[in-house]
T-cell receptor, first 114, second 114 residues
Framework: AQSVTQLDSQVPVFEEAPVELRCNYSSSVSVYLFWYVQYPNQGLQLLLK??????LVESINGFEAEFNKSQTSFHLRKPSVHISDTAEYFCAVSEHSSASKIIFGSGTRLSIRP | DAGVIQSPRHEVTEMGQEVTLRCKPISGHDYLFWYRQTMMRGLELLIYFNNNVPIDDSGMPEDRFSAKMPNASFSTLKIQPSEPRDSAVYFC????????????FGSGTRLTVV
């Protein structure tokens, strides 16, 4: 069965500093991988996704994630964060064999200090 | 498109009462998902539908929970009778052709059972 582990429940960083949010998944088959973001009192929004091809995927607001099959990881990075990036970030996985159901990690709360 | 629409946004009810949560998916989407979010358990998939047919309800906690999708533009999640431990934020999400395109989430219904 597929599962997702987000290693950090909270990550505090200073504005304009780089950040990495860690994600590892467990699955015996090929997977799709996702990062979602949740701003306060809102639903989740898709930030970026890996389906196939290039292992490095990017979002429109400067985040990127790299699929590493050997380490079963999909860490999210941003070279310089902004106050507006304050949110909760969820890593998620969907197995190719059941390409409808997405399983979410427990989330990482990113707090940006000025 | 107005996105996924959930109602009500907030619901406060007494233990033992029936609660009905409503969801209107994005027009044309063929998958609909119900998730529950709590601090303790994170995001849990309760049930999902494909073309109005329930595909996987293994996440429904117990018989007190039921979900229906009478047509492509409407779904309900019902709890009868409600209990304090049902207090959570309930999200509806829809997608086109499963997980590959990502899910679009509604803003959620915050349920409080007192």
């Amino acid at each position: 069965a597929q599962s997702v582990t987000q290693l950090d429940s909270q990550v505090p960083v200073f504005e304009e500093a780089p950040v990495e949010l860690r994600c590892n998944y467990s699955s015996s088959v090929s997977v799709y991988l996702f990062w979602y973001v949740q701003y306060p009192n809102q639903g989740l929004q898709l930030l970026l996704k890996y389906l196939s091809g290039s292992t490095l995927v990017e979002s429109i607001n400067g985040f990127e994630a790299e699929f590493n099959k050997s380490q079963t990881s999909f860490h999210l990075r941003k070279p310089s964060v902004h106050i507006s990036d304050t949110a909760e970030y969820f890593c998620a996985v969907s197995e190719h064999s059941s390409a409808s159901k997405i399983i979410f990690g427990s989330g990482t709360r990113l707090s940006i200090r000025p | 498109d107005a996105g996924v629409i959930q109602s009500p946004r907030h619901e406060v009810t007494e233990m033992g009462q029936e609660v009905t949560l409503r969801c209107k998916p994005i027009s044309g989407h063929d998958y609909l998902f119900w998730y529950r979010q709590t601090m303790m358990r994170g995001l849990e998939l309760l049930i999902y539908f494909n073309n109005n047919v329930p595909i996987d309800d293994s996440g429904m906690p117990e018989d007190r929970f039921s979900a229906k999708m009478p047509n492509a533009s409407f779904s309900t999640l019902k709890i009868q009778p409600s209990e304090p431990r049902d207090s959570a934020v309930y999200f509806c999400a829809s997608s086109l052709s499963g997980a590959r395109g990502g899910y679009t989430f509604g803003s959620g219904t915050r349920l409080t059972v007192v």
